[in-house]
């Protein structure tokens, strides 16, 4: 076990954990930070992004001993009351079906917009490719990224 | 869906449950009135709210409760999986009641079937089933304030209408909040039912409108909690590595090294069912407990288990599939016949024959399984379940637990996805088994490996129809040929062929006027765990029968949606019982309630034929697909558009569809479930498919089992619901059954390539 200090949504935290276990259980399990979900544990869902630096990341594929000092943010900490500008337009375009995948799909939108704060159709299906949705949501998540990017 | 197996021989079960909800409603007015403070009860929290003193709440029934902050609480008691069902049935109910929409609160119920009527969520029928429950829940408590109201102001109860969770006196500005009724509505009688009147069709506002669903922020903002997300202290987490063959057993094992590692505490065995697995048994295998999800699935990587594999070690799904479809052309066993399909056969003068095929699916839904079970010192369980029929779970861990009913309390927490796999309780199980065992809070975990290696699948299949032409170019013949292994040979290996349940699924029910039929199955064995997915067997029986009348137009030389037209007939009521033996289930409802009307099945093929402009001229490098399959009672017409984008790759641009599904209850959730539905579908059709090589299978997630990313989703997919004051039928299954066909009669035109196994490459 070893120990280290992160910074999540602004917060810092203390934790011991194998250096290999990945962000994902970190979060889920050491700090019961339930946002951020389990999908496939090989980066090929999305359903556990979170951003570091403000970077789209797998957090199940990113061993703690790799986070560093940056920035980690979770679906808890994009915004302050809720009213991230995507989190308002997923409400208006009630784009969740079942949900579960969510939290990914906006962290990783959220990621896209403060990169390209107007991407095209396909500029948004690329972002977005990596992030799976069982349900089929994807084309309300593609109107709400377009909302939320025309604000 | 359950009923397949159960609740279909079961028919009066769901009446049964409608009439139990008023019963119950009485015993627990009682209760609700004598209590003064504190405790649970339906579900409501008794709370104390500061200077005004105790909070009293009132509830007419076990779904509705007011109290004297005028704070309406209803009760979703059916599973949330993502269909908004949580959402559209306290709808009917608050609309019935005049409640404020925007103060609701909704509490989920536990798993109970005794005070709350079926909880089984699947087969499309919560709506179905529970649209007049509800309605009459919410009249009684409209009912009961109105007369409360009109008591107190001492007016005719005609007098008075209630909106906004007041109760208004007409032609006054006379109002009274629901809450300051609450304590006459204490002292007062349940009223005789049958004074109780509910709302015309034409008086809703919420029914038949868009409707956000009611997690939707909860979810935006990470807050809504789903089956892992419940937190116990001292809780393990467990990961099983199970049977890697259905029907395998353990030798031995040693567990010398996954104990060892950092966090693991301790190993136990699951005794599995072996063989017949059975559809609500755990698989055999070694649990690994560790406090933390990491630490017992690198566990589980360090156990060195000896395996048994059993009789289906040599199991190959493809050599299955291709002896399916040969046994076909022998014959088989008749399940409905009208007319002499030999005769028709041998005057032909053409004849169409073709075999389709199409792969087992596991439901990969989002969320893998994830069970917290908390064994208590007193020999009772509390479960936190992701499931989709809690009462099978509860009745599963008391029978495995060795304990009664009343003593397993499971809480049902939101989905990530259900689409039948979590009907099953075999999760539900292990982790009441693994807390027995641990004496701790358990989480069972499963990972997207343990998800796909040991899903109830859906089936693989082939489906063979001969259809035969006069001279003329009359239809004179259908012969379909449907082989799978069913559902019950899960649990029964002698069950050879699909059910009547199974082959009311599309196939018995072909609805379409052709002299002479003849349906036929033929014997297979299950293998590995057959379920049922989203619209179960109706996807085998929609893309074979579709696809075939496309040809058979072609054929013809005629348009296929004129053809549809043309062969529905006469606008009628369907009745199947004859020609099948009287084995035609119609989803467990009687066809005097819910008739197959060929009427309605062409209005939508004709609004689907507008919506889409069917007969336009197409820019060349596009192309239209059609079909129409009505299923759990739904009728669904489709229209798939597709082109190629300069790489080769198939795009689907449009998609339309038509439905009727009676009164529509939460607009916006159903135009979602098809958008979903179609998604889903695209993923059966194009990406998707399990095989098995040695009884093992050969996916192991999702670069392997693909499903459809948004670059693959269609782009635009239109909803045309049909206004419609019939019975309201399901929409979650209905949407998938016709749009394979219908993609796939498009990509024909597209590229003369006709498709006839799936999944399918362009
Ligand atoms: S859980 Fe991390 S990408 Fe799927
Ligand atoms: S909403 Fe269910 S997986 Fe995306």
Redesign the interface.
Same mark, same amino acid.
């Given at each position: 076990m070893e120990n280290y200090t992160l910074t999540i949504n602004g917060k810092k935290q203390e934790v011991s954990a194998e250096p290999d276990m990945p962000l994902l259980w970190v979060l889920r399990d050491l700090l019961n930070m339930k946002g951020t979900k389990f999908g496939c544990g090989q980066a090929l869902c999305g359903a556990c992004t979170v951003h570091l630096d403000d970077v789209a990341v797998r957090s199940c594929s990113l061993p703690i001993s790799e986070v560093g000092a940056g920035n980690i943010t979770t679906i808890e900490g994009l915004s302050e009351k809720g009213d991230h500008p995507l989190q308002e337009a997923w409400v208006e375009h009630v784009v969740p079906q079942c949900g579960y995948c969510q939290g990914g799909q906006i962290m990783t939108a959220a990621a896209l917009l403060k990169q390209n704060p107007t991407p095209s159709e396909a500029e948004i299906e690329a972002a977005m490719q990596g992030n799976l949705c069982r349900c089929g949501t994807y084309n309300r998540i593609k109107s709400a990224i377009q909302t939320a990017a025309s604000r | 869906m359950k009923n397949f197996i159960p609740v279909f021989k079961d028919k009066n079960k769901a009446s049964e449950d409608r009439s139990k909800i008023f019963v119950a409603s009485r015993r627990d007015f009682l209760k609700i009135g004598s209590l003064a403070t504190g405790g649970f009860l339906l579900g409501v929290n008794f709370q104390c709210s500061g200077p005004k003193g105790e909070v009293v709440t009132f509830a007419p029934n076990v779904y509705i409760s007011f109290d004297s902050d005028n704070q309406v609480t209803l009760i979703a008691h059916r599973s949330?999986?993502? =269909? %908004?069902i949580r959402t559209s049935l306290p709808m009917i109910m608050a609309d019935e009641l005049g409640a404020d929409w925007s103060k609701i609160k909704i509490v989920q119920a536990e798993g109970d079937e005794d005070k709350y009527g079926n909880q089984n969520t699947d087969g499309s029928f919560s709506v179905r089933m529970f649209f007049e429950p509800m309605r009459k829940a919410g009249a009684t408590a409209r009912h009961m304030l109105i007369q409360a109201a009109a008591a107190k102001w001492g007016v005719d109860p005609s007098e008075c209408y209630t909106e906004n969770s007041e109760v208004h006196l007409k032609e006054s500005r006379k109002k009274v909040t629901f809450g300051d009724l609450v304590q006459d509505l204490l002292v007062m009688p349940l009223p005789d039912p049958a004074a109780v009147k509910t709302k015309e069709l034409s008086e809703y506002k919420l029914v038949g409108t868009?409707v956000?669903?009611y997690?939707?922020?909860d979810?935006? =903002? %990470?807050?809504?909690?789903?089956g892992?997300?419940v937190?116990l202290p001292n809780m393990q987490?467990a990961m099983i590595a199970r049977s890697p063959v259905v029907g395998a057993k353990i030798i031995s094992y040693n567990d010398a090294k996954a104990l060892a590692v950092?966090?693991v505490n301790q190993v136990v065995k699951i005794e599995g069912a072996g063989i017949p697995p059975g559809l609500d048994k755990p698989l055999e295998g070694l649990a690994v407990l560790a406090s933390?999800?990491?630490?017992a699935k690198k566990g589980r990587e360090a156990l060195e288990i000896e395996w048994d594999l059993g009789p289906n070690q040599d199991y190959n799904s493809t050599a299955q599939l291709e002896a399916m479809a040969k046994s076909t052309l022998q014959n088989g066993k008749v399940r409905r016949e009208r007319g002499n399909f030999n005769a028709a056969k041998s005057s032909a003068a053409k004849t169409l024959d073709k075999t389709f095929k199409i792969p087992f699916y596991a439901h990969?839904?989002?969320?893998?399984i994830a069970v917290i079970a908390d064994y208590k010192g007193d020999g009772s369980v509390e479960i936190w379940a992701p499931s989709q029929h809690p009462q099978w779970a509860r009745g599963a861990v008391a029978g495995a637990l060795g304990i009664e009913l009343p003593q397993v309390k499971i809480n049902v927490t939101?989905?990530?996805?259900?689409?039948g796999r979590k009907s099953k309780p075999d999760g539900v199980i292990e982790a009441a088994l693994l807390s027995k065992a641990a004496k701790t809070p358990v989480r069972v975990?499963w990972?997207?490996e343990d998800d796909l290696h040991h899903d109830f699948y859906h089936s693989h299949s082939a489906q063979r129809i001969v259809a035969t032409l006069d001279g003329s170019g009359n239809l004179t013949g259908w012969n379909q040929h449907s082989v799978f292994p069913a559902i019950g040979a899960t649990g029964n290996p002698d069950e050879l062929h699909p059910s009547d349940g199974e082959l009311g699924l599309g196939c018995t029910d072909f609805p379409f006027d052709v002299p002479n039929i003849r349906i036929e199955t033929h014997e297979s064995k299950a293998h590995t765990r057959i379920g049922w997915l989203r619209s179960v067997s109706n996807i085998n029986h929609a893309f074979a029968a579709q696809c075939m009348m496309d040809e058979i137009a072609e054929a013809r030389g005629v348009d296929p949606i004129q053809q549809a037209i043309e062969l529905l007939g006469e606008d009628r009521d369907l009745n199947f019982a004859e020609e099948t033996g009287g084995k035609y289930e119609n989803y467990g409802e009687k066809i005097e309630d819910f008739p197959w009307n060929t009427g309605r099945m062409k209005k939508v093929i004709q609004a689907v034929a507008e919506k889409s402009n069917w007969s336009q001229n197409l820019a060349s490098g596009k192309a239209l697909g059609f079909a129409a399959h009505k299923s759990f009672l739904t009728y669904v017409a489709c229209v798939v558009m597709v082109e190629k984008d300069a790489n080769g790759n198939l795009i689907i641009p449009e998609v339309h569809y038509a439905v009727d599904c009676g009164v529509g209850v939460n607009t916006?959730r159903i135009k979602?479930q098809f958008?979903?539905?179609?998604?889903?579908a695209t993923s059966l059709a194009m990406t998707s498919a399990i095989t098995f090589d040695k009884g093992q299978v050969q996916q192991h997630?999702?670069?392997s089992y693909q499903?459809?990313?948004?670059?693959q989703?269609?782009?635009?997919?239109e909803v045309h619901i049909i206004p419609s004051t019939e019975k309201p039928t399901g929409v979650g299954e209905p949407p998938v059954p016709p749009y394979i066909p219908a993609l796939a009669n498009a990509v024909y035109k597209l590229t003369g390539k006709r498709i006839y196994e799936l999944p399918f490459k362009v």
């Open positions: - | 949330e999986m993502g =269909t %908004g868009d956000a669903i997690d939707a922020k979810i935006a =903002t %990470g807050k809504a909690v789903f892992a997300d937190d987490i950092p966090g933390n999800t990491w630490a990969a839904t989002m969320e893998p939101l989905l990530g996805g259900g689409f975990q990972t997207r916006d979602s958008e979903g539905g179609a998604q889903f997630n999702f670069d499903i459809i990313r948004m670059p989703s269609p782009k635009k997919i």
